[in-house]
């Protein structure tokens, strides 16, 4: 099987989906306060960003257009991989030896918080490749997608980028950078699938 620059696209954006499906449902059950299956989902996740790296990686270099949104793409899968990586070997121990430890308790919070800078860093690349090509299908007179995918993506990379600089809590309980980083998942893989062949 060739893995040519369409195939390529339509595996990225099917990932994409997978990855705003495990996303929003860890979020769903961690928000009810169920027992959340934290090493399935982020090793899932794990497995996920690793090969969306390398399909976007190849389509970076086989497009003829779009540079700017398949690097961000590639870089973002790297950054989810080492943000799910720190959640599944260094969350346990370090909140573990925490609990046992009240002087630890401050190392357990910066580790989390370096979670969350890359969670941030990678959603702000993730909404740059929307701006991306929601501009783009502007340019095609596409209005209700471009313009949606624009505006999302503004949004969420402005809100990611706030939280990158600022810490998770600058919104308060609103999770507008969380939510605005999903929901611009969703539409980037919408923008991929939408490509015209020639032009991915």
């Not at 893995?3 to 990855?19: G, Y």
């Not at 934290?38 to 257009?65: D, I, P, Y």
């Not at 989810?80 to 070997?89: E, F, P």
């Not at 609103?174 to 605005?180: R, Y």
Request: negative net charge; glycine residues 10%.
């Amino acid at each position: 099987m060739e893995f040519t620059l369409k195939r390529n696209t339509q595996i990225v954006a099917i990932l994409l989906l997978i990855a705003a499906i495990t996303q929003a449902t860890y979020t769903a059950l961690y928000i009810s306060e169920a027992d959340v299956p934290r090493q399935l989902l982020w090793g899932a996740e794990g497995v996920l960003f690793t090969l969306m790296a390398a399909f976007a990686g190849a389509a970076m270099l086989e497009t003829k257009r779009f540079y700017l949104a398949w690097s961000s793409i590639a870089f973002a899968a790297v950054l989810n991989v080492v943000q799910v990586g720190v959640g599944l070997t260094m969350f346990g121990p370090f909140f573990e030896a925490a609990g046992e430890v009240e002087a630890l308790a401050p190392a357990a919070g910066a580790v989390v918080a370096f979670s969350f800078m890359v969670y941030n860093a990678a959603k702000v690349l993730l909404a740059l490749a929307l701006i991306t090509l929601g501009l783009a299908k502007l340019g095609e007179g596409s209005k209700l997608l471009g313009g949606l995918s624009a505006i999302v993506g503004a949004i969420a990379a402005v809100s990611n980028a706030l939280s990158l600089a600022m810490g998770r809590d600058f919104s308060g309980e609103l999770p507008i950078a969380g939510g605005s980083g999903v929901l611009a998942t969703v539409l980037l893989a919408v923008c991929l699938l939408s490509l015209p062949r020639q032009e991915d």
